[in-house]
């Protein structure tokens, strides 16, 4: 058996336990890869059963401070979409499941490379898995198909101390993953992709799951492009340098814009961000694309540095923690590595396949975006615009 579809975890088939007052027997483990850039990435799904039939799937990932874990279990959505609907979601498009629209945050598919015990239903060594993810910070929505057959699953964050108490295993150290073999060696990390692997240690604090995970297929039974092949938008209104008009009832001019392609732990998606002046002299940042949505428009204003957050602080926090701003609590949707690609004119910001690191952070309406390198950090706070907005305002629509 290859290293790589070794059980990383301590959790075995057979183990029994009560987790979140559900008694649960672990009746079979799977392993799951995507390939990103010609390398597989690979993770664990352990397929949970009860007395009266009923069944789960506990994901299992080593993350940077040890052990983390998130329950599925199947989902009903206030509006189901077709096979063919689900087919046709990209990277940031809005899907609406249980009545709040949320963005997708992967696109993908995946295989099934090795079952032992009793896996899903259905599920085979390999199964390609067609799938979305789309992420709202408290859980993960996961739409799964093949053929005309959809199914829907909802994933909550379970600590790694819940587990360990329900199935009475091993406490974890923090950032150690044991493999349970016999061995007390520590178990490397999926290797990093080529391009990231001389990052200082300080950014690849907080980008180390994007070289380990990829996201979650969930009971991968079931095509999207793979996740390290950005799939480019064609943006139906591009401003041009030196428009100008009025944004959020304030008038700015379009000074710089850069074409930047986002690294996150689900995949990848180009952006583009446009540099502008108000009439005062004060900078904002219009983004196309925060998540990958060709229509997705938000207005961003440069705010004080945080005191508390210089980019070492900044690169230890993880997707879920709070990040404190004039006593407003923001958590943290996804952390990041941006390159950028091109810039116009190329003396106005970062060369080009310059590299920083980030993370987006959200509370209520308002997004926080905090960008840094090994000297300096920027945070930019602001709200969605629409395309209608920002058409009006610097109205020129790409030819």
């Known amino acids: 058996m290859s290293a790589a579809h070794e059980n990383p975890s301590a959790l075995r088939i057979g183990a029994t336990g009560t987790l979140n007052g559900w008694r649960v027997r672990v009746a079979g483990r799977v392993v799951l890869a995507v390939e990103i850039d010609g390398e597989d990435y690979f993770w664990n799904e352990f397929h949970l059963v009860d007395s009266s039939g009923n069944s ?16 599925f279990r199947p989902f009903t959505p206030l ?112 290797p990093a992709k080529a391009g990231i692997g001389w990052v200082p ?46 944004l959020s009832a304030q008038p700015f001019t379009v000074t710089a814009q850069s074409a930047v392609e986002i690294a996150t732990p689900a995949g990848r998606h180009p952006r583009r961000e ?10 904002a940042l219009l983004i196309n694309g925060l998540s990958g949505g060709s229509k997705e428009w938000h207005l961003l204003r440069l705010i004080p540095p945080l005191a508390h957050l210089p980019p070492v602080e900044a690169a230890r926090r993880k997707k879920g923690q709070p990040v404190s701003v004039e006593g407003r609590a923001f958590k943290i949707l996804d952390v990041f ?49 629409s395309e209608p907005d920002v058409r009006a305002a610097f109205g020129k629509s790409k030819p």
């Open 274 to 283: 446009y540099a502008l002046r108000s009439a005062t002299g004060e900078p």
């Open 201 to 246: 240690k300080l950014v690849l604090v907080a980008l180390g799951v994007i070289v380990a995970f990829s996201g979650y297929s969930c009971f991968a039974r079931k095509a999207a492009a793979p996740a390290g092949a950005v799939r480019p938008f064609a943006p139906t209104l591009q401003p041009v340098n030196g428009a100008e008009g009025a």
């Open 79 to 190: 509006r189901a979409l077709t096979a063919a609907e689900a087919a046709s979601k990209r990277i940031g498009d809005k899907v609406n499941l249980d009545g709040t629209p949320v963005a997708i945050t992967l696109a993908d598919e995946s295989r099934v490379v090795r079952l032992e015990g009793q896996g899903p239903e259905g599920v085979e060594v390999g199964d390609i898995a067609h799938y979305f993810n789309a992420d709202t910070g408290d859980r993960m929505l996961v739409a799964s198909w093949t053929g005309d057959d959809i199914e829907f699953y909802e994933g909550l964050d379970v600590p790694g101390p819940v587990v360990e108490q329900s199935f009475n295993l091993p406490k974890s150290r923090p950032g150690v993953v044991s493999n349970f073999s016999g061995d007390s060696g520590l178990r490397e990390p999926v």
């Open 337 to 385: 590595q941006s390159k950028t690609l091109l810039t116009e004119p190329a003396k106005s910001g970062p060369a080009a396949n310059a590299l920083e690191y980030g993370f987006l952070a959200t509370e209520g309406a308002e997004v926080l975006l905090a960008r840094w390198n090994e000297t300096a950090i920027q945070f930019w706070r602001g709200t969605t615009v």
């Open 56 to 71: 789960a799937t506990l994901v299992f990932e080593a993350g940077e401070a040890g052990p983390e874990w998130k329950l």
